[in-house]
């Protein structure tokens, strides 16, 4: 995961925005994602966007894709407690033959009543 | 529920031991992908088998092995642990050999600490 960059920490208040962004390098990646792991749980594919697309919305999560600068960010409205979890950003990696998952080092939401 | 499972849940053992994590995948799923989740090098892929085979290979120490049965389960054998194995070990399922779109279900992991 080490050429997919994401901030390690966000803290938000509930009822705020929070955006999560996150840089890849393998330009040549047609599909994207963000993954949430709750504590003492696995990882959770929440959403992922292909590479034409500059944007998918679904209900409270917006990806927003910026293909030139291989720039991804995930902005969830109206965060709730309950979306406190790391989020991690991956890629498909194209490896002899296969494509694997390829991830970030996760980012911490901490999201304050 | 991911359908994908993992044992044990926890795992103590100490300096030079080796150990065997086992994965059953989702039902169907043929590929299984092994991760290592660890606080200063966030989630490493290891390896990946697809129906009994390996199908690509990650940072992956010689010390370190694993295999998919017909069954389609897997195994991950850690031997001559040393302290910096411990981590959180995941496994991962998805239908097909790795395609461009692919979901991976994850499985709750095994915590592995060596002392």
């Known amino acids: 995961g080490e050429d997919v960059e994401q901030s390690l920490f966000l803290s938000v208040r509930e009822g705020d925005s929070s955006v999560i962004n996150c840089t890849y390098t393998d330009s040549s990646s047609t599909y994207l994602y963000w993954y949430k792991q709750e504590p003492g749980a696995g990882l959770q594919l929440l959403t992922y966007?292909?590479?034409?697309?500059d944007m998918k919305q679904d209900q409270r999560l917006t990806v927003l894709l910026n293909k030139k600068d291989k720039h991804l960010s995930l902005r969830i409205a109206d965060t709730q407690t309950g979306d406190s979890a790391i989020y991690f950003c991956?890629?498909?990696?194209?490896?002899?033959?296969?494509?694997?998952?390829?991830f970030g080092r996760g980012t911490s939401l901490i999201v304050h009543p | 529920d991911s359908g994908v499972t993992q044992t044990p849940k926890h795992l103590i053992t100490a300096t030079g031991q080796r150990v065997t994590l086992r994965c059953s995948p989702r039902s169907g799923d043929l590929s299984v992908y092994w991760y290592q989740q660890s606080l200063d090098q966030g989630l490493q892929f290891l390896i990946q088998y697809y129906n009994g085979e390996e199908r690509a290979k990650g940072n992956i120490l010689e010390r370190f092995s694993a295999q998919q049965f017909p069954d389609l389960h897997s195994e991950l054998n850690l031997s001559s642990l040393e302290l910096g194995d411990s981590a959180l070990y995941f496994c991962a399922s998805s239908p097909g050999q790795g395609h461009m779109n692919t979901e991976a279900f994850f499985g709750q992991g095994t915590r592995l600490t060596v002392v």
């Open positions: 991956a890629e498909s990696r194209a490896s002899g033959g296969s494509y694997i998952p390829t």
């Open positions: 966007i292909f590479s034409n697309m």
